[in-house]
């Protein structure tokens, strides 16, 4: 059985700097947006990928893939941001995967003001930092160890008890 797509971190940079350079041949602001936007996505689906091949592994049977998909789809944005931002549990990570973390943090607040805020103006130079944070930070976590990319994915997924 073969494994389905997936959204590739390395296609969503190709395609923020493609919108950058849209936006700076004509003027356009939405480009701006839909580039910073997608240079966030682009660690949003490094982090999903790399919690479910951790987690789960194997895609070569029926049921491989469910899990996998299971655990790609469980993370979420607000909670990953909120996990990523808690500096006591991430110091204890190595620098590569701190360094994701808070790179995560940080471009998915502005990812939620491109796409949400109206009023809020990006310049090219803000994009293109932007872009280059996502896949520095997409590459810091992918030369992590598996052991603390696995650690990292679990305590990213982890939902606290509310009692």
Not at 52 to 63: E, F, I, K, P, W
Not at 121 to 134: K, L, M
């Amino acid at each position: 059985m073969a494994a389905p797509p997936e959204l590739s971190s390395t296609d969503l940079i190709t395609l923020a700097l493609d919108l950058l350079r849209a936006a700076e041949r004509q003027r356009n602001s939405t480009c701006l947006r839909r580039a910073l936007s997608t240079a966030y996505y682009a660690m949003f689906h490094g982090l999903a990928r790399i919690a479910a091949d951790r987690l789960v592994g194997h895609r070569d049977t029926a049921a491989g893939i469910a899990a996998w998909a299971h655990v790609y789809c469980a993370l979420e944005h607000r909670h990953a941001r909120q996990q990523c931002l808690n500096a006591r549990a991430i110091a204890a990570y190595p620098v590569g995967v701190r360094r994701f973390a808070n790179r995560f943090a940080r471009l998915q607040q502005q990812r939620r003001r491109a796409d949400y805020d109206p009023t809020v103006a990006f310049t090219e130079q803000e994009v293109r930092q932007s872009i280059r944070v996502a896949a520095e930070g997409v590459r810091s976590l992918e030369r992590a160890s598996e052991e603390d990319q696995r650690a990292f994915a679990a305590w990213v997924l982890r939902s606290l008890r509310r009692n």
